[in-house]
Antibody, heavy 117, light 110 residues
Framework: EVQLVESGGGLVQPGGSLRLSCAAS????????MHWVRQAPGRGLEWVAT????????YYVDSVKGRFTISRDNAENSLYLQMNSLSAEDTALYYC??????????WGQGTLVTVSS | QSVLTQPPSASGTPGQRVTISCSGS????????IHWYQQLPGTAPKLLIY???QRPSGVPDRFSGSKSGTSASLAISGLQSEDEADYYC???????????FGGGTKLTVL
């Protein structure tokens, strides 16, 4: 069974940092592009970042460029999102997703990030 | 302001057919395939339609997708109460080098 389990969310002060993790199982992780998508409370879905199978290509939404870094460890079947210089606008439920734009799409249940003093 | 434009809301009565539109441009819908997600309240999004008009296994044939030029549509026939959810279109944008979502459409079954 395909599983994506996010962790690492929590309450952080403005300007702080967090590292989100996504543990993948039930499929060959290294074969799939992976993504982070977020959803602010009561708002729509917002794509955050994408990473290619081998990590050689990375893409980010403009609002997080220079602050967030997506990475992966294919040996550990894990996806990461390092988030720095956090602001209230980054408060959201963060989803890890496989193959966002394909038939093999699968999402985790999300981890909540709250940025507040 | 989303790159892909969806109506914020839609509604219908049980058994009716409803359509949800998604409008974009030549750099996204006009040159890429469009995908649709359904998000039931309190749950993670689920793929409903991929590659414009394909249904993943397990998705009822009441759901269908189409694309023409720089616009796409999701149609739901035989509307049921359990279809009440938020629906999002999504694709890749060549100009932005980014994944772009529509703003989402909240479907209410009256």
């Amino acid at each position: 069974e395909v599983q994506l389990v996010e962790s690492g969310g929590g309450l952080v002060q403005p300007g702080g940092s967090l590292r989100l993790s996504c543990a993948a199982s039930g499929f060959t992780f290294s074969n799939f592009w992976m993504h982070w998508v977020r959803q602010a409370p009561g708002r729509g879905l917002e794509w955050v970042a994408t990473i290619k199978t081998d990590g050689s290509e990375k893409y980010y939404v403009d609002s997080v460029k220079g602050r967030f870094t997506i990475s992966r460890d294919n040996a550990e079947n894990s996806l990461y999102l390092q988030m720095n210089s956090l602001s209230a606008e980054d408060t959201a439920l963060y989803y890890c997703a496989r193959s966002l734009l394909a038939a093999t799409s699968h999402w985790g249940q999300g981890t909540l990030v709250t940025v507040s003093s | 302001q989303s790159v892909l434009t969806q109506p914020p809301s839609a509604s219908g009565t049980p058994g009716q057919r409803v359509t949800i539109s998604c409008s974009g441009s030549s750099s996204n819908i006009g040159s890429k395939t469009i995908h649709w997600y359904q998000q039931l309240p309190g749950t993670a999004p689920k793929l409903l339609i991929y590659s414009n008009d394909q249904r993943p296994s397990g998705v009822p044939d009441r759901f269908s997708g189409s694309k023409s030029g720089t616009s796409a549509s999701l149609a739901i026939s035989g509307l049921q109460s359990e279809d009440e959810a938020d629906y999002y279109c999504v694709t890749w944008d060549d100009s932005l080098n980014a994944v772009v979502f529509g703003g989402g459409t909240k479907l209410t079954v009256l």
